[in-house]
């Protein structure tokens, strides 16, 4: 079975940066990967995805300031964050698809946090 465990949030102030990373336990090569984050009393919603082909898509919200990128020699997917604004406050998760399956359960996800 396979585990994603996320790393790299924190408190940062608004306009600062922070890099998200995701280990798979086993190989995404073949694999769409994607972010996700829910915010307090909000549903999870889609950040940013990568193909295996490595086309990137991104919410409207995060366009221009975020940045998905993947090495699958290290089964890793980073999420490069910039010009960081409080509503980006969320604990971000990451997951993917392969074959028309998701890739993995949920993990605990990494707590990011924006003040003004």
């Known amino acids: 079975q396979v585990q994603l465990v996320e790393s790299g949030g924190g408190l940062v102030q608004a306009g600062g940066s922070l890099r998200l990373s995701c280990a798979s336990s086993?190989?995404?090569?073949?694999?769409?990967m994607s972010w996700y984050r829910q915010g307090s009393g909000k549903e999870r919603e889609l950040v940013a995805s990568?193909?295996?082909?490595?086309?990137?898509t991104y919410a409207d919200s995060v366009k221009g300031r975020f940045t998905i990128s993947r090495d699958n020699a290290k089964n890793t997917v980073y999420l490069q964050m910039n010009s960081l604004q409080p509503e980006d406050t969320a604990v971000y998760y990451c997951?993917?698809?392969?074959?028309?399956?998701?890739?993995?359960?949920w993990g605990q996800g990494t707590q990011v946090t924006v003040s003004s």
């Open positions: 997951n993917g698809i392969r074959g028309g399956f998701i890739l993995a359960e």
């Open positions: 086993r190989s995404i090569e073949y694999a769409s």
């Open positions: 990568i193909t295996s082909t490595r086309s990137t």
